[in-house]
């Protein structure tokens, strides 16, 4: 009787974990590029992920001059 309580709690415990990490994951991630022209360089800016006042970014610097 006590090895299927044990196994019936190990099986809830390890749904609540895969649920709780699951649920972490953003799913509305937002893509929006901005393009930013200066007179020897250009500035690529985007948001890849937004969610819970945090983000993920990219920055991409490409110099124009001779």
Do not use: G
């Not at 991630?29 to 990219?58: C, G, L, M, P, V």
């Amino acid at each position: 009787m006590k090895n299927k309580i044990y196994k019936l709690l190990s099986i809830i415990v390890t749904i609540l974990i895969c649920v709780s990490i699951f649920t972490s994951i953003p799913t509305s991630a937002i893509s929006r590029t901005k393009i930013f022209e200066y007179h020897n360089y250009i500035i690529d800016y985007s948001i890849i992920d937004e969610w819970d006042n945090h983000q993920n970014i990219s920055i991409v610097v490409t110099n124009t001059s001779n």
